[in-house]
């Protein structure tokens, strides 16, 4: 009885459903696990970028962006963060009285008297002295009534070298995965290569940009 050539190939073998159920499982809460992340990171743009002035999608405007990275040249850092994310934590009033007060040169003897309890009350309980960006003095609320200038050169460069390293990994285990599932659809595999290619193409795109 001669020996019959297989027909299967490496490719038809590295597949999800032949694999066993320990691989399986690993790349299926794998998967899970990176779409809770990716959920999250786009909550965590949301709420970064929001625009309380309700433009754009889902309240992330163009504008919003852009006054993020290169700046507000026509407000301070304390009113950029005011008109976003932060705006909700005072109310109408004391927001309208911290602007004020900062267009008005920011004086330290009007902080004591004016603006100083609506920091105490809104903003010390997480900008604390012992925070990342304090607001528990005049000293530390006066560096942000500076003109906004966006996050800068050196915040950048930091920030961009931790999500290469970081994300680089990511998108190499979905793009891992990408490999093993099969499209059963002849003249589809290019699907694949755009999923796996895309993420990386992407975050290197945005981040020269």
Known sequence: MGNKKSDVTLG????????????RLLFLMTAISLTIGYVFNLA??????HDNNGGGFLGVSPESIRAAYYGKRDASTLELKLDGAMGRYVTPEEKSAIIFWIRNGSNEELYHTQVRDMFERNCVLCHSAHSFRSLASF???KKVT????????????RVSHIH???????????GLITCFASIRVGGW???KW????LPMAAMIADILS
């Open 146 to 157: 500076q003109i906004n200038r966006g996050m800068g050169l050196e915040t950048l460069v």
């Open 189 to 191: 595999r290019w699907v």
């Open 194 to 197: 755009v999923v796996i290619v």
């Open 12 to 23: 038809e073998i590295l597949r999800i459903y032949r694999m066993p159920m320990s691989l």
């Open 44 to 49: 965590q743009i949301m709420v970064h970028h």
């Open 139 to 141: 000293e530390d609320v």
């Open 164 to 174: 290469f390293n970081g994300m680089t990994a990511l998108f190499f285990m979905s």
